[in-house]
């Protein structure tokens, strides 16, 4: 039997109607606040990831499902969708049509991590950029639809973690006392880490090693080295997000594991995940639009993991709100009642029937499809005109004039 690859999940039909109800209310949320959705191909020049995610980032160095094509290109799936939308923006000039760009995304990434629960090698994102406003009131208000979001699914125990990174002002400054501080724990870290001391020191504050971990214990906090504006730009958030009703932590460790962020960074995390708990993550990434070759726009996003929310989601199955045609006779039978199945279609009833199977193993079916409501027709319903129709939940039946039937079971069902 051939099996899905590790890591890479089917997902099946008594679950979908979870993920329906993510993607409506990320949606609707989203439309709430003026965003408008984008797609981009799941696959893009290796390059591009390799410029904005950076190449010390775990996600680069080995998490990236890359290839050369027919044509000795270097493609990559995508690990993640900042990179592949801002390059849609910049290849379509859509910050010359609007300075202000808000655009929501969803669909399959791929990082080829080790799988466990929360942590797939392909899994679901809904993303969100927002470029063009570079100042605190709009990661507030970023923050704030990801908190609406995550509300909306109904998942509970949520913490936001914020921190801010500073930015090229301030950050080579922190990052040379960080690299001071490191030499020091040298023996302690891992042989990541230890690299890292010289290439890019505050990936090490992202390093889930315990010994790492143990020896950043009281390493220098970013927010002690902070310039007045990433301060200002940093309170400034705080407070708004007070303003706003939104509790959250700061958490003066949280770099993120993408090269790209400034000032801003957050992450909501939920309980019950275990030690995937991150549900979202994002921050402010000024200066990636004009790294990658557009104007200088600033930007912030986040995204959000579908997997790890829809692992918390309770929602039961909805009930089938259509009707069940139970047949039963011979070729002119079915006829009928197939022409009155496409009616209720043509009228926005949702209509199905199963051919040519026994009266009880039709209504067993209708059962256990959660339909609340049968029309059946017979002989003698075709005969008369008629058509009867049973109410699931009493087991009561009624007869009524076929041109009536569409409108009474419509009126059940209300
Ligand atoms: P990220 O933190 O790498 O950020 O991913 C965002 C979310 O995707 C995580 O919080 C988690 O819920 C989910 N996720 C990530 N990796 C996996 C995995 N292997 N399996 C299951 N879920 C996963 C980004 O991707 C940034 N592009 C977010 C962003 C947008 N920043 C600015 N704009």
Redesign the pocket.
């Known amino acids: 039997m051939i099996k899905s690859i590790k890591g890479m999940n089917d997902i099946l039909p008594d679950d979908v109607h979870k993920w329906h109800s993510v993607e409506d209310k990320a949606r609707y949320i989203f439309e709430l606040y003026g965003f408008s959705e984008i797609r981009t191909p799941l696959l893009e020049q290796t390059e591009l990831f390799a410029r904005t995610i950076g190449e010390d980032t775990d996600i680069v160095g080995k998490e990236m499902y890359t290839f050369v094509d027919k044509n000795d290109t270097s493609v990559t799936l995508r690990p ?3 990179a592949s939308v801002l390059r849609a923006v910049i290849e379509h000039s859509l910050l010359n049509q609007d300075s202000i760009q808000k655009l929501y995304s969803m669909g399959p990434m791929f ?1 080829y ?1 080790r799988p466990q629960k ?3 090698r392909q ?1 679901h ?1 809904i ?3 927002r470029l063009g406003e570079a100042g605190p009131l709009c990661d507030a208000e970023t923050i704030a639809m990801a908190y609406d979001l995550v509300d909306a699914i109904g998942l509970k125990n949520i913490t936001l973690e914020v921190n801010s990174l500073g930015c090229q002002k301030c950050r080579p400054v922190f990052r040379k006392q960080l690299k001071e501080f490191l030499q020091e724990k040298r023996d302690m870290l891992c042989k990541d880490c230890s690299r890292r001391i010289e290439t890019n020191p505050l990936r090490v504050f992202d390093c889930k090693e315990t010994a790492c971990q143990e020896a950043i214990k009281d390493a220098p906090r970013i927010e002690d080295h902070l310039c007045g504006a990433c301060r200002r730009h940093f309170n400034d958030l705080l407070q708004t997000l007070d303003a706003l009703g939104i509790p959250f932590h700061k958490a003066p460790r949280l770099v ?3 090269d790209y962020y400034v000032r801003t960074t957050f ?1 909501i995390k939920a309980e019950g995940l275990g030690t ?1 708990n ?6 402010r ?1 000024d200066g990636l639009v004009k790294a990658l070759g557009g104007p200088d726009a600033p930007g912030v ?5 579908m ?2 929310a829809i692992m918390l989601m309770k929602e039961a199955r909805p009930v089938n709100k259509g009707c069940f045609v139970v047949i039963q006779g011979g070729r002119e039978i079915y006829r009928s009642a197939m022409v009155l199945i496409s009616d209720m279609r043509s009228s926005g009833l949702q209509a199905q029937a199963v051919f040519e199977k026994s009266m009880k193993s039709q209504m067993k079916r209708a059962d256990k499809l959660g339909y609340l409501v049968c029309a059946i027709i017979g002989e003698t319903e075709v005969a008369k005109d008629m058509v009867t129709i049973r109410d699931m939940r009493t087991s009561s039946q009624v007869q009524v004039k076929r041109a009536l039937a569409i409108n009474k079971i419509k009126e059940m069902l209300a």
Do not use: K
């Open positions: 993640e969708a900042t990082r991590e929360g942590r797939y899994f994102q993303n969100v950029e993120r594991g993408l992450e995937q991150a549900v979202a993550g994002g921050g990434y996003g986040f995204a959000f993991g997997e790890r």
